[in-house]
Nanobody, 123 residues
Framework: QVQLVESGGGLVQAGGSLRLSCVAS????????MHWYRQTPGHQRELVAT???????NYADSVKGRFTISRDNAQNTMYLQMSSLKPEDTAVYYC?????????????????WGQGTQVTVSS
């Protein structure tokens, strides 16, 4: 069993910064791609950023130049440094990861979601 746990959300004024963390724990052989998504009420979940295993990042146009994704593979942890925050960044942010686990003697790649952390940016 694998769990993803996000932390670091909160209330911040426009122009401020927050750093989100996502820790993967449990029966983990290795972690593949990791992603940050966000969702606002009534809208579909939106991909914000993706980290390759090597740590290189890809970003949604709406956050390029303001958000930085990173990871610590030794700690199975991913981060999202968010700067120059805007009210439109307000959302629940979710961690998502492709994780290799040994199940019944076989390695399996399973996608997991965290429970989400609220980010609120006030104007």
């Amino acid at each position: 069993q694998v769990q993803l746990v996000e932390s670091g959300g909160g209330l911040v004024q426009a122009g401020g910064s927050l750093r989100l963390s996502c820790v993967a724990s449990g029966s983990i052989n290795s972690v593949g791609l990791m992603h940050w998504y966000r969702q606002t009420p009534g809208h579909q979940r939106e991909l914000v950023a993706t980290s390759s295993v090597s740590g290189s990042g890809n970003y949604a146009d709406s956050v390029k130049g303001r958000f930085t994704i990173s990871r610590d593979n030794a700690q199975n942890t991913m981060y999202l440094q968010m700067s120059s925050l805007k009210p439109e960044d307000t959302a629940v942010y979710y961690c998502n990861a492709d994780i290799w686990s040994r199940v019944s003697g076989s390695l399996r790649l399973i996608n997991y979601w965290g429970q989400g952390t609220q980010v609120t940016v006030s104007s």
